[in-house]
């Protein structure tokens, strides 16, 4: 099947996130917590698809609390954030079917050999560009983009854009689970988030 045709019926997306969301690279605290820095276009991405109503997972083999406030952050559902994911596969199933979707309406984007599992059930496998060797060779779609540098936006945009589903409502309800200390700041300065 061409791509343009998996593009048209993606339903879901799900995401890794080291190399995926991130470019990979850790910093490691003394208290071992591990930071990551991701990309704000790509995440603006993610935010459209959530607010355009589509199901958005994260699938991490990674756990920090920071994953777990920048994907509430995002819209993502606390129930549609698996961290410690040590098979990705039952995991993405289980996403699928708690939607009624089909793996087949769903896109995984991973990097890594553990996303392999996971990329071969998935109706769109797509890896960033610097993806290693086995999963490019497991995937229908190799974005021109790395990871933590457009992947995510490269991927989300050609759906939602064939799909019609491209547009940026700023009236409408936020989608986002900020912390309680974001949302009482966001109260003092007269927005809500
Ligand atoms: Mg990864």
């Not at 993502?76 to 309406?105: G, I």
């Not at 990097?111 to 490019?136: F, Q, Y």
């Not at 990871?147 to 009236?171: A, N, S, Y």
Request: proline share 6%; aromatic share 8%.
């Amino acid at each position: 099947m061409k791509t343009e045709i998996m593009f048209k019926n993606i339903k879901a997306f799900v995401f890794d996130v080291d190399g995926v969301f991130t470019d990979g690279s850790v910093l490691a605290l003394p208290d071992g917590d591990l930071l990551r820095t991701f990309n704000a276009k790509d995440c603006f991405a993610v935010r459209m698809a959530v607010d355009n109503g589509y199901p958005v997972a994260i699938v991490t083999g990674g756990c920090s609390q920071s994953i777990m406030h920048r994907a509430a952050s995002l819209g993502v559902k606390a129930r549609d954030l698996y961290q410690l994911s040590r098979d990705k596969r039952p995991d993405f199933l289980r996403f699928c079917s708690d939607y009624n979707l089909q793996p087949s309406e769903v896109v995984f984007v991973g990097d890594d050999i553990p996303d392999i599992p996971a990329l071969r059930e998935a109706g769109l496998a797509v890896c960033p560009s610097d993806a290693v060797t086995e999963v490019k060779e497991a995937c229908n779609y190799i974005s021109p983009f790395p990871g933590g540098r457009g992947c995510i936006r490269d991927i989300v945009e050609k759906v939602l854009k064939m799909q019609g589903k491209w547009h940026f409502d700023p009236t409408a309800p936020v989608s986002a689970n900020y912390p309680d200390h974001i949302t009482q700041l966001s109260k003092k300065t007269g927005r809500n988030v």
